[in-house]
């Protein structure tokens, strides 16, 4: 028996399932609420991750800040703030990737997500501009024909 020729077609197969609960413990199954909530908690989900992430960052520069003070100091102190100002830099670093992260995977929704109301506002946003254009165009006409009929009187 000769065997289909291979193609790039892509042929459909089976999707894994999946299970439609919250992560963060929440018993309220996704498919339950509606679109508002839903958005809104992934919303929150983002605002919460970002205000980590920036946190992570001003308090590290305020330690590093801190830890550069000059003064007296030993040996041990000296190895100490060096190794802190270390960790801190290392953590600050980190944050700063996760914030790339963030950011990317923010672009990628924005370009895969469904156009349909980007298109719909787009749309609503033309009838009106075009309503406009049409009543300003009736003005003008009305304001050209007073003109007109002024001068010849």
Known sequence: MAEPPQTDVSRPSAL????????????????????????????????????????????????????????????????????????????????AHSLLSIIHSMKLLLLLSDEAQIVSRRDAEFRTASQEKEDAKKKVAELLTELLRGESS
């Not at 590093?64 to 041990?76: H, Q, W």
């Open 16 to 95: 894994p399932t999946a299970n439609l609960l919250h992560r963060g413990g929440a018993s309220q199954p996704l498919v339950d609420q509606n679109s508002a909530e839903y958005l809104n908690g992934i919303e929150e989900e983002w605002n919460k991750k970002i205000d980590v992430e920036v946190e992570t960052l001003a308090d590290g520069m305020v330690d590093l800040v801190n830890l550069a003070s000059i003064g007296d100091k030993d040996k041990f102190k000296i190895a100490q703030e060096a190794f802190q100002a270390q960790f801190r830099a290392e953590s600050m670093i980190r944050a």
